[in-house]
């Protein structure tokens, strides 16, 4: 958050865990380009009328809510996700609803491989960042 505000006229960071949503209030009290708000994403109502981009690292049993989310009700130009990377690969496959329903909206691109490693804790699953774009 702190890195995207650098870079950013604004950043609303939505936060649903109690703990982090505390511990990044704490650490970005003074920072006057960041928004915190503590709610669950899927109860969250997107602007309509601003341009912005959404930037994520989602809970992967979410992944599918979340993106749904994010493509049919937001107005964001460009959505950057941290997915499972095999939630990423049902993503691209057009015989699946999702897929479909997904190319219907946005086209999407795998930007950047991540492997378990990167994480703390460590999950048992590769990530991958990717793009949608209108």
Do not use: M, W
Request: glycine content about 2%; some cysteine.
């Amino acid at each position: 958050t702190t890195k995207l505000a650098k870079i950013s006229k604004q950043v609303t960071s939505i936060e649903l865990d109690s703990h982090l949503f505390n511990l990044s209030s704490e650490k970005l009290k003074l920072n006057t380009r960041v928004t915190l708000i503590h709610q669950d994403i899927l109860q969250f109502q997107f602007p309509n009328k601003q341009r912005y981009k959404i930037v994520g690292n989602i809970p992967y049993h979410l992944s599918t809510q979340i993106i749904k989310k994010v493509v049919f009700e937001s107005h964001a130009s460009d959505i950057y996700l941290i997915v499972e990377e095999g939630f990423y690969k049902r993503t691209l496959d057009i015989h699946r609803t999702l897929g479909l329903l997904l190319h219907t909206q946005v086209s999407i691109q795998q930007l950047l491989k991540l492997p378990a490693e990167c994480f703390h804790p460590k999950p048992k699953v590769n990530s991958v960042l990717i793009k949608l774009t209108r």
